[in-house]
């Protein structure tokens, strides 16, 4: 049974960092395309950055402005999002999702993890 937790969310000042994590079980690491996605409350999800098995990387660049990177381990099976530099419109619930790399749909969600920035 495949299972994805996110974990790492707090509340921070602006100009803070934090750094989330998305562990996934039951999932064959190399066979998986992994983004995070964000919401915040009344707006839509977006995307925030993506990674694929061998490490390939995509950003929404208008939103993260170089201010975050993604990377993965996948001996260990997660997927990390490090934010630097935080702004109170980061302020959302950051959800990791998991797709087969050839598969055009996210298959697996996490419940996600609250990110808070204060001004």
């Not at 921070?12 to 562990?23: I, K």
């Not at 530099?85 to 619930?93: G, R, V, Y």
């Given at each position: 049974?495949v299972h994805?937790?996110?974990?790492g969310?707090?509340?921070?000042?602006?100009?803070?960092?934090?750094?989330?994590?998305?562990?996934a079980?039951?999932?064959l690491?190399?066979?998986?395309?992994?983004?995070?996605?964000?919401?915040?409350?009344?707006?839509?999800?977006?995307?925030?950055a993506?990674?694929?098995w061998?490490?390939?990387?995509t950003y929404?660049?208008?939103?993260?402005?170089?201010?975050f990177?993604?990377?993965?381990?996948?001996?260990?099976?997660?997927?990390d999002?490090?934010?630097?530099?935080l702004?109170?419109?980061?302020?959302?619930?950051?959800?990791?999702?998991a797709?087969?790399?050839?598969?055009?749909?996210?298959?697996?969600?996490g419940?996600?993890?609250?990110?808070?920035?204060?001004?």
């Amino acid at each position: 049974q495949v299972h994805v937790a996110e974990s790492g969310g707090g509340v921070v000042q602006a100009g803070g960092s934090l750094r989330l994590s998305c562990a996934a079980s039951g999932l064959l690491s190399s066979r998986y395309f992994v983004s995070w996605f964000r919401q915040a409350p009344g707006k839509e999800r977006e995307f925030v950055a993506s990674i694929s098995w061998n490490g390939d990387n995509t950003y929404n660049k208008n939103s993260i402005r170089g201010r975050f990177t993604v990377s993965r381990n996948n001996a260990k099976n997660t997927v990390d999002l490090q934010m630097n530099d935080l702004k109170p419109e980061d302020t959302a619930l950051y959800l990791c999702a998991a797709r087969p790399n050839d598969g055009a749909d996210y298959e697996y969600w996490g419940q996600g993890t609250q990110v808070t920035v204060s001004s």
